[in-house]
């Protein structure tokens, strides 16, 4: 498969409803898109980094030059048997996880489109229906979000999230659980707090929380082993899993007992599916996390989330609850047992629609092999 051009596209998409973490509020989404072309077929992939480098030192603007200066001249013009030979390639760039993946991710799409097999299977996926989960983000009330928990519970999710942050916590989980004593409950802190609240953090089990996401420092696993034998409540690791050595790390401390795979963060499927190794060697289960991605990245979660070892309800979630209208057909649905079925058909299963992106681009780039 002959890597001949590379195209980057920003597009621009407003959320339903702004999206609210520890570290900020967003209401439209800035987005990457990557198209791998390669004798004759076009694999696609999207960039997770954020309109702001607030959940990792990667952001929309940093991805860009990344991929257009050093990723792309890396695989343009070699032909490739598959998309596992990427990360040897890029492997010079240190950090830049993102961009990575969005060019690694794009070319396994075009190996799949090109062997004509489901992206899920070439990844080595089993399942053939993915339990999914929602992440709900801070509100201005939490009249608001008991509203909101009650639709996703209404529409069959498996499990609630809930963002915290010092001052939307305990009170918080307090009215959930008087509400819903026994629904599967978690909570995701993005970093927000620090060793010395250790005391508040224990105060969290009497919650019985199915896991607590990332209470400290997102560069951090050493003191969140120190936080962990302080908790009944396990710990997951979100942004300090950055690839499979440091789910080893994590594992060997202690530091967490359930780790989130986001395919952006760890530089790519070859890495995400390290970590699930390593992970499942050490009956550490792993569940798909999201970065609010359109369907193309939504697509890529899917694929990955029918591995073996993803046996946690993902942060995979259906098309309408972000967007008005998604980048692909069929929009992601969720059926009322809270799942996604997985389709038989070859590449992701899902067809990219390529005059509404043309309509969404703000800006357009294609790189190209040198003749
Ligand atoms: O920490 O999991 C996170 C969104 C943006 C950045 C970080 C996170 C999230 C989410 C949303 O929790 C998951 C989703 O629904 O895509
Ligand atoms: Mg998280």
Not at 132 to 143: K, L, N, P, T
Not at 210 to 226: K, N, S, V
Request: glycine share 8%.
């Amino acid at each position: 498969m002959k890597i001949e051009a590379i195209t980057l596209r920003e597009i621009h998409m407003p959320l339903v409803h702004f999206f609210e973490t520890s570290f900020g509020r967003t209401y439209s989404r800035r987005i990457l898109l990557i198209t791998a072309h390669c004798d004759g077929v076009d694999g696609w992939a999207e960039c997770v980094a954020g309109e702001d480098p607030f959940y990792s030192s990667e952001w929309a603007e940093s991805a860009w030059p990344t991929i257009v200066r050093y990723l792309a001249p890396a695989v343009l013009g070699r032909t490739l048997g598959s998309g596992r030979e990427c990360a040897n390639l890029f492997a010079r760039v240190r950090g830049h996880r993102m961009a990575k993946a969005a060019l690694e991710n794009a070319i396994w799409d075009a190996e799949a489109k090109q062997k004509n097999e489901p992206l899920w299977k070439l990844l080595g996926g089993t399942r053939r229906e993915i339990p999914c989960g929602v992440s709900i983000g801070i509100q201005d009330s939490a009249e608001q979000l008991l509203d909101k928990i009650q639709i996703e519970l209404a529409a069959g999710y498996r499990r609630i999230k809930v963002k915290v942050k010092p001052g939307w916590d305990v009170k918080v989980l307090e009215k959930i659980r008087a509400r819903w004593p026994d629904i599967t409950l978690s909570c995701d802190a993005n970093s927000a707090y620090t060793l010395d609240q250790v005391e508040h953090l224990r105060s969290f089990d009497q919650f019985n929380l199915l896991m607590m996401e990332q209470p400290l420092w997102d560069d951090d696993i050493f003191y969140h082993a120190r936080l962990q034998k302080e908790l009944r409540t396990s710990i997951c690791l979100d942004e300090s899993i950055v690839s499979a050595r440091a789910a080893a790390v994590a594992i060997e401390t202690g530091a967490c007992r359930i780790i989130n795979v986001k395919v952006g963060r760890v530089g790519g499927f070859t890495e995400a599916r390290k970590i699930h190794d390593v992970c499942q060697s050490q009956k550490i289960p792993v569940w798909c996390g999201g970065m609010l991605e359109s369907g193309i990245g939504r697509a890529h979660n899917i694929a990955l989330s029918t591995l073996e070892n993803f046996r946690l309800p993902g942060d995979v979630s259906a098309s309408k609850r972000y967007w008005k209208e998604d980048i692909i057909e069929p929009e992601v649905q969720v059926s009322p047992q809270g799942t996604i079925a997985i389709s038989e058909a070859p590449g992701t299963g899902y067809r990219i629609k390529e005059d509404l992106i043309e309509k969404l681009t703000t800006r357009k780039e294609t790189v190209r092999a040198s003749a």
